[in-house]
């Protein structure tokens, strides 16, 4: 089972992408988490992506896609596994179909957790994390006992600038212009799985199961 996980920065995308990995026994795969494991192994692909990091540059497809391509070929994908975070662009999508082709095999499904803008400008800015330890909470859906200390190691909660409102745009607007056209890409292959991202968590992780059939 090879599975896509699509959604707007903040829809809980990594989440539900955490708890199918969790169900099925495949890994969770994020080119954050490739590019840090290359570059700490030394690999020649993680010094290439190195360069580009250090100059401030953004990593060329090409090298993003072998690295994820690398990624998926090692023993612990043989079962599947879950993208979570790529691809970003219609290139990187179409450059991963080709790259997966050519050793027999193809993603199985895309699944989009689908929240309107403004609730996940509501859901980011309720977000606090710890100055301490990093963990995550929420005002309203994961509060702590005391109110703007970490349950776990007493420190000071702060809202991040990621999770400022006009941040969220922002980012919101990067996401429509470069990632959305992923949802028409994937439908037209018939691979697209939508879901309603703004229903309690447990009910979206029900849902993409039934959709997944397993």
Known sequence: M?????????????????????????PHI?????????????????????????????????LVVDLVVDRVAQDDCAGGYILDGFPRTIPQAEALDAALERSGEQIDRAVDVEVADEHIVSRMAGRRAC??????????????KEEGICDHCGETLILRDDDQPETVRKRLDVY?????????YYRAQGKLAEVDGAVPMDEVFDAIVRILGE
């Open 176 to 184: 429509h212009e470069q990632t959305q056209p992923l949802i028409d």
């Open 2 to 26: 090879k599975i896509i996980m699509l959604g707007a920065p903040g829809a809980g995308k990594g989440t539900q992408a955490k708890l199918l990995a969790e169900k099925y026994q495949i």
């Open 30 to 62: 994020s080119t954050g988490d490739i590019f840090r494991a290359n570059i700490k192994q030394g690999t020649e692909l993680g010094k290439k992506a190195k360069e580009y990091m250090d100059q401030g540059l953004l990593v060329p497809d090409e």
């Open 131 to 144: 100055v301490g330890c990093g963990a995550t909470y929420h005002i309203q859906h994961n509060p702590t």
